[in-house]
């Protein structure tokens, strides 16, 4: 099985005891079929025990990988060194516009508590009990969200999003396409609770619809439609409210 060996040029800082961010190169043997992840792996295992990344299912499922490779948002999972060019290195980063909690690892904290402010769950019109059933969906009605079901939380939408870094009060398009996706849920009766986030400057009106966000999603979400898709809404609202009242519902 053939091996190249590839430089990889990681970006190292520990705030508890560094002043500032320091790349550190290593080279790695890297067998043709391995990702990025593998390669950190072999690093962490063989080189550096001292590296910290975050990371779980290798399959592109948990989203816990998500870094800044060669400057763009990837989960290092479904970066393969293959598509890398031959003889340049490859710059390891952890994902912009989050502080970093060591190396590679990013603090979570603003991401999280934005997709609890949304309320990213199922809200029933009343409480079902046991005996009630199951919910039923038609095939029709699953297809309105199931496109914003597949997001995996991965924030790399986050380090794409010009807005996010100009306006860090900005809900984001992971939370947003969240919130879209429970409001498009038949089963659902809570979008009056999530519109006055989702109505609010900080909300869907923050966006200014780069597209950023949807060309580097790993599961084809496309947030940024979400988001539009949710103005539409918000805008037919505000119609209904003050200008055609006795039209609302």
Known sequence: MSQRQITFEILRYDPET?????????????????????????????????????????????GSCGMMINGEPMLSCKAFVRDFPNGGSIRVEPLTHFPIERDLVVVMDDFMD????????????????????????????????????????CMLCYAACPQYALAPDFIGPAALALTHRYNLDSRDHGRPQRQEVVAAH????????????????????????????MKIASTVDWYLEHLMPWRRK
Not at 18 to 38: G, I, K, N, T
Not at 123 to 147: F, M, N, S
Not at 202 to 224: Q, T
Request: glycine share 4%; aromatic share 10%.
């Open 114 to 153: 934005k997709l609890q402010a949304v309320k990213p769950y199922v809200i029933p019109k009343k409480k079902r009990t046991v005996e009630d059933g199951t919910y039923k969906q038609t095939p029709k009605q699953l297809h309105q969200y199931q496109q914003y079901s597949m997001c995996i939380n």
């Open 202 to 229: 900080e909300g869907v009106w923050e966006c200014s619809f780069v597209g950023a966000c949807s060309e580097v999603c790993p599961k084809d979400v496309d947030p940024a439609g979400a988001i539009q898709q």
């Open 18 to 62: 560094e002043s500032e961010p320091r790349f550190q190169a290593y080279c790695v043997p890297c067998e043709e079929e391995w990702v990025v992840l593998d390669a950190l792996n072999y690093i962490k295992d063989n080189l550096d025990g001292t590296l910290s990344y975050r990371w779980s299912c290798h399959m592109a499922v948990c």
